[in-house]
C-alpha cells in the first residue's frame, strides 16, 4: 500500500513537471515555480499509520491477550504437546494469535487459534467455504463446509500425502484451525479440534 502511495505522488510529480514545460517559450520572463517536496518519513508513517487504521474500522473489539488463547490448548491424551507460542499484534487493528504442534510417531498436528477480533480482512476470505453447501472433490482430496460444535467451519484432504486441515470459526471472531501430517485420515484432525473447549473460547474477552 505505502508503495502505492509513492507511485501516485512520483507520478503527480511527473504530470506537474510536463505542465510547468509546456510554458510557452516566448515568456522569458516567467520564473519557474520550486519544486514540489517529496514526502518525507514522517509523511509516510503517517499515511500508512492511516491506512491501517483504515483497515481496523470493521473491527468492534480488541483482541484477547495471546495468553488467554494458549490456556484453551488441549493436552489430548496419546498425543506429545510441544511448548506452545503466542503474539500480539496492534497497528490500527488488533489480532492475537496461539499455536503448538502435537505429534505421535510419525504424525503430527499443528493446531492454531486466533483472534480476529472481527477483522474482515482476515475472516473474508474464508466465506466461501463456510456456506453449507460448499463442496470441492477430485482424484487427489475434497474440500467442503464441516460444521463443529454448532459452529461453521470447513475441512480438506489430500490423498496422497495424508495430509489434511480443519478449521472452525467460533462466535465469528475465533478462527481454530488443525493441520494433519501423515495422519490416517480426517478424523485425527477433527477430533484435535474438538479437543479445545470451544464453549470456553467463545466467552474469552
Known sequence: MRATRIGVVSAALVIAGACGGSTPATDTQTTAPPPQAAP??????QQMA??????????TATAVDF??????????????????????????MSMSHA????????????????DSSFNQMYLGPMSMMLMSNYSERSSSGYKKAASLGGSPGFEEW?????????????GNRFVVTARGRNVENIDAIRSMVQAVDLAKLAALK
Open 50 to 59: 492511516e491506512a491501517l487504521q483504515k483497515m481496523g474500522q470493521a473491527q
Open 99 to 114: 499455536q503448538t504442534e502435537y505429534t505421535k510417531g510419525e504424525s503430527s498436528i499443528r493446531l492454531e487459534i486466533t
Open 40 to 45: 518525507n518519513a514522517a509523511q509516510a508513517s
Open 158 to 170: 489430500e490423498n496422497e500425502p495424508k495430509e489434511g486441515a480443519v478449521t472452525v470459526v467460533v
Open 67 to 92: 495468553e488467554k488463547l494458549i490456556a484453551v490448548l488441549p493436552e489430548p491424551a496419546g498425543w506429545t504437546r510441544s511448548k506452545p507460542e503466542g503474539k500480539q499484534l496492534n497497528m490500527g
